[in-house]
């Protein structure tokens, strides 16, 4: 389906900021998003499988080893704790999971680790099965799709003409193989970005028309949320107004995707989260994020039943627009689904499940780290009160 309006209107409509005009522009995507997924939602939830000591230089993540930030640190996780969050990620009423490593890359030990794991998920849960993984191949993605995952993240942050600001390690040209490699695979595509690393209106116009054009099923937004000692540390969150605009004239480009607002939305949007959602959300990622904190599950729903949206699990978990999560991809049968929400442990002890939600303050270890190598782009890290590394190789502050 075509983008519902043109390069020149959506920069039109990026200028405006009176909140009036803001609301008008909102309920045009709303009724954009209703004419092509009535009241289905598709709500997600993530767990950091392998965090910290990326080697990559992305400007806006504290993982990167070029990162003054503090490292949030743990090796690859056994397949069964893969699966202990996802149960929990689906009594929370989560619909989808997502395996998230960091780096371009996984060894092929780790790699089997993920299989692992989406075969276990596929096998004891009713949720649909993601994976971020980094970079791969083929072959790779063929290998994700036996085990049971069906769509696979890979973003391509901002829009191409300022991606040389984004990552100098990461080409752009990379990040669109792998997306090629996936869909030559059979796998559906999760691509999207982050607003608010310093692009102009314009790049934000053109970086929707560059994802129209990749036309992936599903586009994460996510919102800067700086970590001081990253390139974009000393940035401010973005204006909630200018936020809530921002999803209404993507939804409008890319009007059969299926959009989930994730990563800075506590921090950016806060009291205007529900307004977000009106401008065009099918979800969004519940819970906690890969390094900090969000909103709890009941807070993630209510976004939605708010506004008459069906959170339900459907009889196969992905009545259209989303597809059978089962449907020839594994042997067996498909489990019952946790019928009642639970949002407390309590509620969990009592159902005989064990449930432990996903908390990036207490399941990660955060690492100070010591000699930081010099970023490859030249750019020195940034903190919120303006202070710079004194010099490179050196911890902040010396």
């Known amino acids: 389906m075509p983008p519902l309006i043109t390069r020149e209107e959506a920069r039109r409509l990026g200028e405006i900021e009176d909140h009036d005009e803001i609301e008008s522009l909102v309920e045009r995507a709303w009724r954009a998003r209703q004419e092509q997924f009535g009241d ?7 767990v950091n499988a392998k965090s910290g ?12 080893r070029f990162a003054e930030a503090e490292t949030p640190l743990h090796a ?3 397949p069964e704790q893969i699966l202990e969050h996802a149960k929990a990620a689906e009594a929370a009423g989560a619909h989808r999971f997502c395996m998230v490593t960091q780096g371009q890359g996984l060894s092929k030990r ?11 998920v596929a096998e004891q849960t009713n949720l649909k099965r993601c994976a971020s993984v980094g970079h791969m191949s083929v072959p790779r993605a063929k290998a994700l799709k036996d085990a049971g995952i069906q769509r696979v993240h890979h973003n391509v942050e901002t829009a191409e003409s300022y991606y040389p600001e984004v990552s100098s390690t990461v080409r752009y040209e990379g990040r669109l193989r792998t997306i090629k490699a996936v869909e030559e695979a059979g796998l559906e595509t999760c691509v999207g970005g982050i607003l608010n690393l310093g692009e102009s209106r314009e790049q934000r116009v053109e970086m929707a028309f560059e994802l129209a054009a990749i036309n992936p099923t599903s586009v994460p937004i996510n919102l800067l949320n700086p970590r001081p000692g990253t390139k974009f540390g000393d940035r401010d969150a973005m204006d909630p107004w200018e936020a809530v ?11 059969e995707a299926l959009f989930r607002l994730c990563g800075g939305r ?8 529900a307004l977000a959602v009106k401008a065009g959300l099918n979800g969004v990622m519940m819970g906690n994020f890969l390094t900090t904190l969000g909103a709890t599950p009941d807070e993630d729903r209510k976004l939605f039943t708010d506004l008459g949206l069906n959170i339900a699990r459907q009889a196969d978990n992905g ?7 089962r449907s020839g991809w594994l042997d067996g049968k498909t489990p019952t689904a946790v019928e009642e929400f639970l949002d407390t442990k309590e509620d969990a002890v009592a159902a005989g499940i064990e449930v432990t939600l996903w908390d990036p ?19 020195p890290n940034r903190w919120p009160d303006g202070q710079e590394l004194a010099a490179p190789g050196l911890p902040h502050g010396v």
Do not use: H, Y
């Open 76 to 78: 690859m996780m056994e």
């Open 361 to 379: 303050a207490e399941q990660l270890r955060f690492a100070k780290k010591g000699a930081i190598p010099p970023r490859p782009d030249g750019a």
């Open 245 to 255: 605009k921002w999803i209404a004239i993507f939804r409008l480009i890319l009007p």
């Open 319 to 325: 009545a259209n627009p989303r597809p059978d999560n």
């Open 266 to 273: 506590v921090e950016n949007i806060a009291e205007l989260q």
């Open 53 to 64: 000591g990326c080697a990559q230089d992305c400007g806006f993540c504290a993982q990167s």
């Open 110 to 120: 780790d790699f089997e680790k993920i299989l692992e794991g989406a075969r276990l």
């Open 40 to 46: 289905a939602t598709d709500l997600c939830s993530l």
